[in-house]
């Protein structure tokens, strides 16, 4: 491709989009707007942007092309789908990085399945983004790569003669040195890590458990700043931030004070009348803690008898990776507790303590739910970051809502202060919390909401890109100027995940 202006590529696993049957046979896309889509878009339109990563359908077929042409229009900047087969699905997604990258990164290696086969497939797959990359963008282009997926991103376009800067984040934790040892292809892949610009993580945690592993592993390079330089041995410095991701907290909170919600919430509250409303929202995945979470809450309604009859538990669970054995085992798990808890305490008197939804919701009934709930309780075991807790958050416009959260999110560096912070081991611990969040007097709850709600709407996803593209620019001489009219958008109207980088 020939030297044009440079424009912004986002690659990411997924496409934005998801493609679905059509009533003629063909294909339709429905467009992801979430966080991460509503804060790229002016930036995409502005400059002419690509966004490069799987269109969700193994059979790559004209349909697909076709869907995603007509896609490109709507969206206003091209999308590039990379083809993989069921094949590269099974050992590159549903193998490496979500039965090995996945557990070892939230420490849970007892979980990963370090099956030589799905390394292979990772490396292929990763050189089948690569060549996408390689025919859809030109040399100056700046390309922002999105999460574990797509490790060897770097690597694979240096091996093709790029030398133009690359850029990538982290969305989910990166483990501390013992852990990450485990890893049989530990050295290869913080090398590979290595031929990124600009690492991005979601926290000073993460940034330091990474720099931590290329100290004791990688002998040839030498780091500054305050570790946040990478000397290569090349002479190339690698640039290492935490850039805590965000959320579009103005579109939250319109949409929590929109009538359509305000009637969906009070439906809630009036079937569940006089009763403190707990909720819990999760993708189905052993790293959100929904197990102990239960079993915690079966803790607080025995040590606690005035809970009783007082409160509820909605627990919405959202499929996820369910072709997974753990992921199968985990939802059996969920139920079978749900079941013992429901048969030890529901009265006759109609009172059941927890009711279990197990579903996607759309925009405008999880806004709802976030709205109607008194309390949240988020406590994953390990997480990036967490938007829920920072959903729930914005939606509590009334700020009379209390954030229970794990200290073990990544939110929990900017939502200490105001949340009750537990750890999600300590069942006592966080029966405690749940008790204390019941009781909380009114002011207290508005004081604490109150920071929080300044918290997440200060650091969001606009101020995420602004601050990752600046420290890129930082690293770069040629400027990549935001747009002047780079301002939060109205809407975001679609599941976040199932769009974006799941
Ligand atoms: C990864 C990292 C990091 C949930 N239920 C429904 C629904 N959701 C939406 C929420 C929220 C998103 O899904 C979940 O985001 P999380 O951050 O909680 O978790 P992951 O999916 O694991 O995300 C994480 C994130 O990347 C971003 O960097 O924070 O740590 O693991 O936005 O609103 N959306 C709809 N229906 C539901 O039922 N529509």
Redesign the pocket.
């Known amino acids: 491709m020939t030297e044009r202006e440079r424009r912004l590529v986002v690659v990411s696993n997924r496409l934005p989009f998801v493609l679905s049957p059509g009533p003629d046979g063909g294909l339709v896309s429905r467009p992801g707007s979430?966080?991460l889509v509503t804060a790229l878009l002016p930036v995409l339109r502005d400059r002419g942007g690509v966004w490069v990563g799987w269109p969700g359908i193994t059979d790559h077929t004209e349909a697909v092309d076709a869907a995603l042409a007509s896609a490109t229009g709507k969206a206003g900047y091209h999308l590039a789908p990379v083809a993989l087969t069921a094949e590269d699905q099974a050992g590159f997604y549903h193998g490496f990085s979500n039965e090995v990258l996945w557990p070892l990164f939230h420490d849970l290696q007892s979980l990963c399945n370090f099956d030589p086969v799905y390394w292979r497939s990772y490396c292929e797959v990763n050189h089948k983004y690569a060549q996408v990359i390689l025919s859809e963008t030109y040399k100056d282009d700046f390309v922002w790569v999105h999460d574990y997926q797509l490790l060897l991103l770097a690597a694979e376009l240096r091996r093709a003669g790029v030398t133009s800067p690359l850029a990538f984040f982290l969305?989910?934790p990166f483990p501390p040195l013992d852990i990450y040892l485990k890893l049989p292809w530990r050295f290869t892949l913080l090398r590979a890590l290595l031929e990124y610009d600009l690492i991005g993580f979601?926290t000073l945690r993460d940034q330091r458990n990474f720099m931590h592993c290329v100290r004791t592993l990688i002998d040839d390079v030498s780091i500054s700043h305050r570790s946040s330089q990478i000397h290569m041995p090349d002479g190339r410095q690698v640039r290492v931030g935490s850039f805590p991701?965000g959320i579009d907290a103005a579109a939250f909170q319109r949409q929590a004070r929109s009538p359509a919600v305000i009637a969906a919430a009070d439906t809630l509250r009036a079937e569940l009348p006089n009763r403190e409303l707990i909720l819990g929202?999760d993708?189905l995945?052993y790293t959100k803690g929904i197990p102990l979470r239960l079993e915690a809450f079966r803790v607080a309604l025995r040590q606690f008898p005035d809970l009783q009859e007082r409160v509820t538990l909605i627990q919405?669970v959202?499929p996820s990776r369910d072709d997974i054995p753990q992921y199968r085992d985990l939802k059996l798990r969920i139920e079978q507790l749900v079941g013992e808890i429901n048969g030890e305490f529901t009265r006759p008197g109609g009172w059941v303590p927890i009711h279990y939804v197990y579903r996607?919701?759309?925009?405008l009934d999880?806004v709802a739910y976030y709205r109607a709930a008194h309390i949240a309780l988020v406590t994953p075991l390990k997480?990036?970051?967490?938007?829920?807790a920072k959903?729930f958050c914005a939606c509590s416009v009334d700020s009379d809502g209390v954030l229970i959260l794990s200290e073990f999110a990544?939110a929990a560096a900017q939502l200490q202060h105001g949340a009750l912070l537990v750890n999600p081991y300590d069942l006592e611990g966080t029966a405690e919390a749940i008790h204390r969040a019941c009781a909380m007097p009114a002011a207290e709850r508005r004081r604490r909401m109150q920071l929080l709600r300044r918290a997440v709407n200060r650091q969001s996803v606009f101020r995420w890109v602004n601050g990752f593209l600046e420290a890129a620019i930082a690293s770069d001489l040629d400027a990549f100027p935001l747009p002047d009219d780079y301002l939060p958008s109205a809407e975001a109207e679609?599941?976040?995940?199932d769009t974006e980088?799941a």
């Open positions: 979430g966080g969305h989910i979601q991701i929202v993708r995945d919405v959202v996607a919701l759309d925009r999880l997480d990036g970051m967490n938007l829920v959903e990544g679609h599941a976040y995940w980088l």
